[in-house]
């Protein structure tokens, strides 16, 4: 299983960006698909999830701002991130997960419930 992030870069403070995450070697639509984010010296933290189902669930400090959703055919996720903050810096990871329909919301918060984590793509956000 291979997940390529891509689409980060510098954004002024209020503006929008859109990564994605596209997967191959696997069968796309059995897989819960989530992003986790590190800020420098931080630890990594999770940032929103979808379900196989296309449930999401987001963090608390990017309700509003972000929507995450996936596109099957094309084995892509993308999480379109609006009125972006200085504090949303980090390096955005996406992480993968074959799963059941229904998955309790708690398990896809966490880092280790994930099997598979992407590369990583930095969003800088100035102030």
């Known amino acids: 299983v291979q997940l390529q992030a891509y689409g980060g870069g510098l954004v002024q403070a209020g503006g929008s960006l859109r990564i994605s995450c596209a997967a191959s070697g696997v069968t796309f639509s059995r897989y819960a698909i989530s992003w986790f984010r590190q800020a420098p010296g931080k630890e990594r933290v999770f940032v929103a999830a979808?379900?196989?189902?296309?449930?999401?669930y987001y963090t608390d400090s990017v309700k509003g701002r972000f929507t995450l959703s996936r596109d099957n055919t094309k084995k892509t996720v993308y999480l379109q991130m609006n009125s972006l903050k200085p504090e949303d810096t980090a390096i955005y990871y996406c992480?993968?997960?074959?799963?059941?329909?229904?998955?309790?919301?708690?398990?896809?918060?966490?880092?280790?419930?994930?099997?598979?984590w992407g590369q990583g793509t930095l969003v800088t956000v100035s102030s």
């Open positions: 979808i379900s196989r189902n296309s449930n999401t």
């Open positions: 992480v993968a997960k074959s799963t059941i329909l229904t998955v309790a919301s708690e398990s896809l918060r966490q880092r280790a419930f994930y099997q598979y």
